[in-house]
């Protein structure tokens, strides 16, 4: 079973960048999967911020982050990474990896989760 372990999350100052990474291990990701990169903020929902389709480089972003996030990911690696620049405090969330079957921004698409990887943001 595919197990998905973020890390890169940190404290960073306004302005500044960070690169998120999520592993995927125990198994093998099809190449039907999309990845998604989604967060929470204390006292919110979880959101919905970029995905990418494992078999391809089509991607979509929230319009929050549009322009400041990129997705990527490195097949032979089992990894999807999520740059992220010009952070806001707003951005301030713990940072979820997520596996899914369809092209959604909805949460509940997804099936496999990792634990998260808080990002703060300092103004």
């Known amino acids: 079973q595919v197990q998905l372990e973020e890390s890169g999350g940190r404290s960073v100052q306004a302005g500044g960048s960070l690169r998120l990474s999520c592993t995927a291990s125990?198994?093998?990701?099809?190449?039907?999967?999309?990845m998604g990169w989604f967060r929470q903020a204390p006292g919110k929902e979880r959101e919905f911020v970029a995905l990418?389709?494992?078999?391809?480089?089509?991607?979509r972003y929230a319009d929050s982050v549009a322009g400041r996030f990129t997705i990527s990911k490195d097949k032979a690696e089992n990894t999807v990474y999520l740059q992220m620049s010009a952070l806001k405090t707003e951005d301030t969330a713990v940072y979820y990896c997520?596996?899914?079957?369809?092209?959604?921004?909805?949460?509940?698409?997804?099936?496999?989760w990792g634990q998260g990887t808080q990002v703060t943001v300092a103004s």
């Open positions: 997520a596996r899914g079957s369809q092209y959604s921004t909805d949460p509940t698409s997804y099936f496999t």
């Open positions: 125990g198994g093998r990701v099809y190449s039907s999967s999309v």
């Open positions: 990418i389709r494992w078999s391809s480089s089509t991607t």
